[in-house]
């Protein structure tokens, strides 16, 4: 099932810390989806895309704003630590055995009604570890946000199990002029950089957010190096952007 949910970006507040980014919008109305969701549905849903376009940073502010428990897989991580990384952030002594452990988590998110925020989840499809999260929710019902690259549902097509308790899948989008901008007023907060300039970072940054900022940040040292307090294209001068290639090997 596909989420095609307009979102109105006035509903996500900016913070000192937080940008109304599309991606925050559509990972925040996702949970919300999965957390208000009628009880005969499924409650697992799933925000993925390329890397680099901001789905942690919209992951982390779904959690703070949902009180959500979050964990950010590593590659290295067993079924075992799976488990002890989420009962470290729910602050629970983990058992010995994994099925306590297991029950210990689903314990805990069935008593808190609290969601559960698995960030990386590519690492525990390639670990064949899917199991140990459809575990969990059956044990508990709780809405259970997935975070994860482009190919993670063709990934969990081989889980029929898992695959059918999903209820939406949410493709994330590529940074637009309007991200940008957004971006330029919380990161740039010395110089401003004009529109023309914006619309060029975004389309050199090919909509990646990481790459955004590296850019921003790029053009801000050039404008204070230039004793400018406005920055627009063509005062950007010989400056490279940065577009996710290596420079060409100068020789001579």
């Given at each position: 099932?596909?989420?095609?949910?307009?979102?109105?970006?006035?509903?996500?507040?900016?913070?000192?810390?937080?940008?109304?980014?599309?991606?925050v919008a559509l990972c925040n109305r996702l949970?919300?989806?999965?957390?208000?969701?009628?009880?005969?549905?499924?409650?697992?849903?799933?925000?993925?895309?390329?890397?680099?376009?901001?789905?942690?940073?919209?992951?982390?502010?779904?959690?703070?704003?949902?009180?959500?428990?979050?964990?950010?897989?590593?590659?290295?991580?067993?079924?075992?630590?799976?488990?002890?990384?989420?009962?470290?952030?729910?602050?629970?002594?983990?058992?010995?055995?994994?099925?306590?452990?297991?029950?210990?988590?689903?314990?805990?998110?069935?008593?808190?009604?609290?969601?559960?925020?698995?960030?990386?989840?590519?690492?525990?499809?390639?670990?064949?570890?899917?199991?140990?999260?459809?575990?969990?929710?059956?044990?508990?019902?709780?809405?259970?946000?997935?975070?994860?690259?482009?190919?993670?549902?063709?990934?969990?097509?081989?889980?029929?199990?898992?695959?059918?308790?999903?209820?939406?899948?949410?493709?994330?989008?590529?940074?637009?002029?309007?991200?940008?901008?957004?971006?330029?007023?919380?990161?740039?907060?010395?110089?401003?950089?004009?529109?023309?300039?914006?619309?060029?970072?975004?389309?050199?940054?090919?909509?990646?957010?990481?790459?955004?900022?590296?850019?921003?940040?790029?053009?801000?040292?050039?404008?204070?190096?230039?004793?400018?307090?406005?920055?627009?294209?063509?005062?950007?001068?010989?400056?490279?952007?940065?577009?996710?290639?290596?420079?060409?090997?100068?020789?001579?």
């Open positions: 099932m596909q989420n095609n949910t307009v979102v109105n970006m006035d509903d996500i507040q900016t913070t000192s810390t937080t940008a109304p980014l599309k991606n949970l919300e989806t999965a957390i208000n969701r009628p009880s005969h549905l499924p409650g697992m849903v799933c925000f993925y895309g390329p890397p680099g376009w901001g789905k942690s940073f919209a992951a982390a502010y779904t959690a703070n704003k949902h009180r959500a428990y979050y964990i950010e897989c590593k590659s290295t991580w067993t079924r075992k630590a799976i488990l002890m990384a989420i009962l470290k952030e729910m602050g629970v002594k983990p058992a010995t055995a994994i099925y306590e452990m297991t029950d210990q988590v689903s314990e805990q998110l069935a008593t808190s009604g609290r969601p559960l925020i698995v960030d990386e989840m590519d690492h525990i499809v390639d670990k064949r570890a899917v199991e140990i999260i459809r575990d969990i929710y059956e044990g508990s019902n709780a809405a259970i946000l997935m975070i994860g690259e482009e190919s993670i549902e063709t990934k969990l097509r081989k889980w029929e199990r898992f695959h059918s308790r999903m209820l939406l899948w949410q493709p994330a989008q590529p940074a637009d002029i309007n991200d940008a901008k957004h971006l330029a007023r919380l990161y740039c907060k010395d110089v401003k950089i004009a529109d023309d300039l914006l619309q060029f970072i975004q389309q050199q940054s090919n909509g990646v957010v990481r790459r955004i900022c590296v850019n921003l940040n790029l053009v801000e040292q050039t404008a204070i190096n230039k004793g400018l307090d406005t920055i627009n294209k063509q005062s950007l001068g010989d400056a490279q952007l940065y577009t996710g290639s290596a420079p060409a090997r100068r020789v001579g």
